[in-house]
C-alpha cells in the first residue's frame, strides 16, 4: 500500500511504460467470430488478410492466442516522445459535483494529433515501413486519425495518402492543414482520382463525400499502386491490440497507489479507445474475478450496441472490406450529421461486441446536447476543452459521480478522456449559440437498415 | 551524478515544484528604471499604481528587493492541473541534425490555452478575487493571452470581458468559441460599448482594429465598471515574475541530471516567457559567475532589441499605461502584419531591456519565412505542431546544435518551446502555399517611429 497522497497526475516513469500489448482475446472464454472474406464469405486467411494489410498486422489481426506481443523498441521510442500520458485524479471535479467518488481520468489528447488515434498509427506506419512499403492509403472524417497517420508516416518516411470526406475538408480546413505539415497528401473525396471517386461524382456532381466513399477510394489506390497497403484507425483487433498501451499504462498508474477501480468508462464508435482501455481490466475480471463494471458510452444517434443486431455485416458502406460478426446497424445506416464525427459509425469492433453480448460490459447511449453540456462544464471546472467523442464518457461519468454522492459511496471512477476538442470549436459554436440537433433514429430507419444485412447471417 | 538515462521527457513530482516565484530583480546589480506615471511622468507610487492593478499585483510590480514570493496554495493546486510541463530532451531532433549537442526544450503548450500564458492569467484572477473584484478587462490580438485568462477567471468565478482586435475576432472564430467556453464575455474592438470604440468607429468605419485600440477599450471598461481591474498578459515585471514557474522548473530539471545549460534560448515579444525562461540562470550567472548564453530571439518584423532605443517609453498605444525604460520601436511603431501575432510589440520588458543594456543577455532577429521553415521541420521529427512565436526559438537552437556540429562541441542547448500552433493553421496555409512575406521595416520607417518617443527622454 502506497499511502502517500496521490497527485494531480500520475506519470508512470520510462521504465515503468508497458513493454508489450495485451491481446486480450487469448484470456476470452468465448473468442470473437472469425473475420470473413468479401469474396468468398468464409473465414479469411493469413493470406487474403496479406493482400490487404502489412503481413505483421494481418498476424496480429487474426492471432487469438498469443497474450503479449512485445513492442519494437522504434515504437517505444516513438511512445516515449509524447507518453506515458497522465493519469489524471479529477480533484477539482470531485469537489463541483461534492461526491465521495474518487475520478480518474486517462487522458489522452497531449499530442498534436489531439487524440489516442497516434498510438496505433504508428504502429501500422512502423510494420509498413518495415515491410519495405512505400506507403500507405486512408480515409480521414473528422480527420484525428489522418492528422495520425500522417504524423506517423512523417517519422518513418512513408508517403501518406489521405481521401478526406469533402465536407470535412472545407470545413475542417486546419486538420487539412496539420495533414500537410506533416507532409500528408490531402484529397478530397470524392476525387476524379480513382474510378469510384469519378463514377460517384458523375452520378452526384455537388455531393459532400462519406466516409464510405472516402473509404474506397483509400482501397481502390492502395490496390492500384506498387508497394502501398490500406490502414484503418478503428474496429480491427490490430488497433485494439495497439491501443492497449492505454489500459496498461493506466492500470500500472492505479497499481502504483493500490487503487482499485469499481468503473471503467469510455466512449465507443469503432471501439480503439474503450477497447484499449479495458482489456487489462477486463482480462482481471475473466482470470481473477475482480468486481469491476465497464461501460461503454456510445451517442443516441449511433446506437449500434444499444439498438443494434448482433450479426455478421460488412465493415464499410462499400462492401470492399472483410466482415465481422459485430453490433451493428447495418452498413448502410447513415447516422445523423452529429458533432462527434469519431462515434458516426455504424458498427462495433468485434471484440467489444463479444464482451458485450457475453455480459463482460454494459453499453449506454447520451445526447448531444447533454455531451456538450458536460463538455463545458468539464473544461470549466478541469480546465482542459475536451473533443465531443470523450466528451460522451464524461457525461456518464459524472452521472456515475452523482450516484455516488446520493449513495454515499466512495467507489473508483475512471474513464478515458481520448482527446482535444480544438479543432471541434466549430460544433462548440452551434452548442453556445443554441442551434444543435439532438436526432435520434426511429425503430422504423433502423429497421430498415438492419433488414438489408447481408444473407450469411440467415 | 545521476546517471541514469536521461528520458525523452523530465517531470518533476508535485513535491519538487517551485514553492515560490523569484524575482530577479532583487539580484540584479543595476535595477531596472521605475515605471513613470502618464499623469505625471515622475515614478509612479504604489497608491497611483493600486488604481490600475489589484494591491497585491501593484506590490509585486514595484517590490525590488524581495527575491521570493510564495505561490500560494490556490494557485499551486491549479498549477498542478497542467504543470509540471515536461523538460523534453529532444532526441529525435539531435539525431536528424547529427549533431553533438544536446538539446532540451521545456513545453508549455499542454494545456488548453495552448501556451504559457496561464501561469501568469491564473495569479492574476487569484489576486482579484482575493481583493473581491467582480471581474477584470483585458485585450487580446493573437487570442493566447484572452484564451488563458478566460480560463483562470472561469476557475475563480470572476466576470471576463476580452476585447478582441477584430480581424482577429473574424479570422479565429475558433479562439472566440474557447473563451466563450469558458464563459468569457468577447467583444470585437473596436465596439460602441466604449466612447474610445465610438470615435474610432466614427472616424473609420470599416476598420479591423488594433492592440492599441483594444487596449484603451478595455482600460476605458475597467475604469468605468465599479469591482473591475484592467491585467496585461506580458511586459510587466509582475508577468514575468509568475513565469519564473517555467525557469524554476527547468532548473530543478536539469540539476536532477545534473546537466549544466550552455545556451538558454528563448521567442521574446513583450518578454513574459523569456524573462520566467531565463529568470533563475541570470542569476546563476550574476550570483556565482556561471557561464551561460542567455539569447533572445525576436522576429526581424518587429525588432525593438536589435533595432531599437533604449529609452523611456509608452507601454500602449493609447498612451494611458504607465511608461517604462524599454528597449523600444515607438509606441507607434506599427509591426507589419505577420503570423507570430505575440511577438507584434512594439517594446520589451524593463527587466529584459536592462539585461540586454549591462550585456547579460544577447539578442538576435530572424525573418519569418525561415521561422516557419523550422516550425515545420521540428514538427515532423519532433512530433509536436509549435506556435509561430516559439519557433523563432526554434530557428535559432537549430543554428546553434548545427554550429556545435561544425566544432564537434557537445553543448547543452535549452530553449523555451512556449505553446502549440494548432490555432495558426491559417498562417501555416500560406507558409504552405508560399505565400509568405518577409517584410522587414527600413531604417527610415524606423526612424520615424523613434522620432516620436515623448520629451522625457530628452
Not at 492500384?224 to 496498461?248: A, E
Request: aromatic share 10%; net charge neutral.
Amino acid at each position: 500500500m502506497n499511502n502517500e497522497k496521490i497527485p494531480y497526475k500520475i506519470y508512470l516513469s520510462e521504465q515503468e511504460m508497458p513493454k508489450a500489448w495485451y491481446n486480450l482475446r487469448a484470456d476470452m472464454k468465448v473468442k470473437p467470430a472469425p473475420l470473413l472474406s468479401p469474396k468468398t464469405l468464409k473465414p479469411i486467411t493469413l493470406e487474403e488478410l496479406s493482400e490487404v494489410f502489412c503481413e505483421e498486422l494481418a498476424k496480429q489481426e487474426i492471432d487469438e492466442n498469443t497474450a503479449y506481443f512485445p513492442i519494437p523498441d522504434e515504437i517505444r521510442n516513438f511512445y516515449k516522445m509524447y507518453r506515458p500520458s497522465p493519469l489524471v485524479r479529477a480533484y477539482c471535479l470531485e469537489e463541483k459535483l461534492q461526491t465521495p467518488a474518487h475520478i480518474y481520468y486517462k487522458f489522452e489528447g497531449n499530442n498534436t494529433s489531439g487524440s489516442h488515434k497516434l498510438n496505433s498509427a504508428i504502429a501500422q506506419a512502423y510494420y509498413a515501413k518495415k515491410q519495405g512499403l512505400k506507403g500507405v492509403t486512408t480515409e480521414t472524417g473528422a480527420g484525428q486519425w489522418g492528422t495520425a497517420l500522417s504524423m506517423a508516416c512523417s517519422y518513418f518516411g512513408l508517403d501518406c495518402k489521405v481521401y478526406m470526406v469533402k465536407c470535412s475538408y472545407k470545413q475542417k480546413p486546419f486538420r487539412r492543414e496539420v495533414m500537410r505539415t506533416y507532409g500528408a497528401n490531402v484529397t478530397p473525396s470524392p476525387s476524379d482520382q480513382t474510378e469510384i471517386g469519378k463514377k460517384i461524382l458523375q452520378e452526384f456532381p455537388g455531393t459532400n463525400g462519406s466516409l464510405g466513399c472516402a473509404i474506397s477510394e483509400a482501397v481502390e489506390t492502395a490496390s492500384k499502386l506498387d508497394g502501398y497497403r490500406y490502414v484503418l484507425g478503428s474496429v480491427l483487433n490490430q488497433v485494439l491490440l495497439h491501443q492497449t498501451i492505454i489500459g496498461l499504462e493506466t492500470k500500472a498508474a492505479l497499481d502504483k497507489y493500490d487503487i482499485k477501480p469499481d468503473i471503467v468508462i469510455g466512449c465507443a464508435g469503432g471501439g480503439s479507445n474503450l477497447g484499449g482501455l479495458i482489456a487489462p481490466f477486463v482480462g482481471d475480471k475473466i482470470k481473477n474475478g475482480t468486481d469491476v463494471r465497464i461501460i461503454a458510452v456510445e451517442p443516441a444517434s449511433c446506437p449500434s450496441l444499444t439498438r443494434g443486431k448482433y450479426a455478421y455485416d460488412y465493415c464499410d458502406t462499400g462492401n470492399v472490406c472483410p466482415l465481422q460478426k459485430m453490433y451493428t446497424l447495418g452498413s448502410g445506416f447513415i447516422p445523423a450529421a452529429s458533432h462527434a464525427g469519431g462515434l458516426r459509425y455504424h458498427g462495433m469492433s468485434s471484440i467489444l461486441s463479444q464482451l458485450y453480448h457475453d455480459g463482460l460490459m454494459e453499453a449506454t447511449s447520451v445526447k448531444q446536447t447533454e455531451v456538450f453540456e458536460a463538455a463545458e462544464f468539464f473544461a470549466r471546472v478541469e480546465g482542459t476543452l475536451p473533443a465531443p467523442e470523450s466528451a460522451h464518457a464524461i457525461k456518464v461519468a459524472i452521472d456515475e459521480a452523482l450516484k455516488c454522492k446520493q449513495t454515499g459511496e466512495s467507489k473508483n471512477i475512471v474513464f478515458g478522456l481520448t482527446g482535444t476538442g480544438y479543432f471541434d470549436m466549430m460544433s462548440y459554436q452551434k452548442f453556445h449559440d443554441g442551434v444543435m440537433s439532438d436526432y435520434i433514429p426511429t425503430d422504423e430507419e433502423i429497421k430498415i437498415a438492419l433488414d438489408k444485412l447481408p444473407d450469411i447471417n440467415v
